[in-house]
């Protein structure tokens, strides 16, 4: 399965650490062109490959780590992403008093799904601060950081959980976008949150602890 990101900023490089840190291909690509993240990807380790835009919209798992004003021209340009995994990254925001945009009460990942013809939208990677998400996703005594899917999909959501998981993160699945993803997009309630999941006693069910 190939893997691309989208989005060389804070969210998109810090994913792309941790694709380096576990040995994972993936492109890494933005708007400035291939050129203006090559210094970025190399600095990151030698999985990271800088790619053209082009490149990275056709991989099989896209990443999208870009303003959310840009994603309609990004998506829209695919026309039709035949069942390939979108993962929503970004986050809808009104800069003018840094709220949440006004989506008319939907799940921002819903309104990607609606300019991504025949793609399958998964919501993760984005309810939390991109330095908090750069960590290593182990505390140190056997927990790891809680990572959030959501997406009308479920195949899709348990193909981005597995990624998550091998990634070294705790994947917990939210459901649809219309319930989970509204829970975890920006301005929802696990917005900026951060957990860690922890095995009770070092075995059997785990437990969540913010931190």
Do not use: C
């Amino acid at each position: 399965m190939s893997y691309a990101i989208i989005g060389a900023g804070n969210i998109g490089t810090a994913v792309a650490g941790h694709f380096a840190r576990t040995g994972t291909d993936v492109g890494l690509a933005a708007s400035r062109g291939i050129e203006a993240v090559r210094g970025v990807a190399d600095a990151i380790g030698p999985n990271v490959i800088p790619s053209e835009v082009s490149d990275a919209l056709a991989a099989d798992v896209v990443i999208l780590a870009v303003p959310f004003e840009a994603v309609q021209g990004l998506v829209g340009s695919v026309p039709d992403w035949q069942d390939r995994i979108i993962v929503d990254a970004t986050n809808a925001i009104d800069y003018r008093d840094f709220s949440p945009a006004d989506l008319g009460g939907r799940a921002s990942s819903d309104v990607v799904e609606e300019w991504a013809t025949g793609a399958r939208v998964v919501k993760a990677f984005g309810h939390t601060w991109a330095k908090v998400l750069a960590r290593e996703p182990g505390d140190g005594h056997g927990g790891r950081r809680v990572l959030f899917v959501s997406g009308n999909h479920p195949e899709a959501n348990a193909t981005v959980a597995e990624l998550i998981s091998d990634l070294g993160f705790e994947a917990l699945d939210l459901g649809r976008n219309d319930g989970g993803g509204l829970l975890q997009q920006f301005g929802g309630p696990l917005t900026t949150k951060s957990f860690i999941s922890q095995a009770i006693g070092g075995a059997g069910p785990a437990e969540m602890d913010l931190v």
